[in-house]
């Protein structure tokens, strides 16, 4: 069970388009999901914590019109990576709260700016 | 400034030995701490959490300790497997409205030679 995925596994876009990336929980209702970004050799940045019917919350230096999130039902958020530049090229990885103290996390998103 | 700091460097062992990993923290003052695996291109996949009136805990071959004085954590995993190869991850949970964020510390890559 608490299994999280993610849609697509990669993407490459050309600068200035968008791209967006599905995190579904597959067996389980997940009021709050949360959306992290990962840098090679890096770890894991909190970028938004994301409810059901509510707007997100995002980490300080996160620009909220950049990274649109949406979670529009008890098993789909999504992040849509607005003008992507190269420098947002990154491991974008979804989890879902489950248990208290507990994250089902999703495969990631690796996404490539060109 | 709030710190979560990991071995930076890969740490290498023979198959059969015990691995040990450790995870410092400085001003943070957490209620939980987690561990998790990650494999290349991978999410995070939760091991073990432990509480801070909590000392050790145990599941098969892994075992982790919190010492809330010290600031730190250690995770071992023994008899050793190369299956167990991969990047660790400590991370912390807050208090209070923090409870559902997870703070991760940079990970140390394990490498367990045959």
């Known amino acids: 069970g608490a299994v999280v995925s993610q849609h697509p596994s990669w993407v490459i876009c050309k600068s200035g388009t968008s791209v967006k990336i599905e995190c579904r929980s597959l067996?389980?209702?997940?009021?709050?999901m949360f959306w992290y970004r990962q840098f090679p050799k890096q770890s894991l940045m909190l970028m938004a914590t994301s409810n059901e019917g509510s707007k997100a919350t995002y980490e300080q230096g996160v620009e909220k019109d950049k990274f649109l999130i949406n979670h529009a039902s008890l098993t789909l958020s999504t992040l849509t990576v607005t003008s992507a530049h190269p420098e947002d090229s990154s491991f974008y990885i979804c989890?879902?709260?489950?248990?208290?103290?507990?994250?089902?996390f999703g495969p990631g998103t690796r996404l490539t700016v060109t | 400034s709030q710190k979560i700091e990991q071995n930076s460097e890969a740490l290498n062992i023979q198959e059969g030995k015990t691995a040990t990993l450790t995870c410092n923290y400085t001003?943070?003052?957490?209620?939980?701490l987690q561990w998790y695996r990650q494999d290349p291109g991978r999410g995070p996949v939760f091991l073990l959490l432990i509480r801070e009136n909590e000392k050790e805990k145990r599941k098969e071959r892994l075992k982790v300790t919190f010492d809330t004085t010290l600031k730190q954590s250690l995770f071992h995993i023994t008899a050793s497997q190369p299956a167990d190869s991969a990047t660790y991850l400590c991370?912390?949970?807050?208090?209070?409205?923090?409870?559902?964020?997870?703070?991760f510390g940079t990970g140390t890559l394990l490498a367990v030679q045959p």
């Open positions: 067996d389980f209702q997940a009021t709050t």
């Open positions: 991370a912390l949970i807050g208090r209070g409205g923090a409870t559902n964020k997870l703070i």
């Open positions: 989890s879902a709260k489950g248990l208290p103290y507990e994250q089902y």
């Open positions: 001003n943070y003052s957490p209620a939980y």
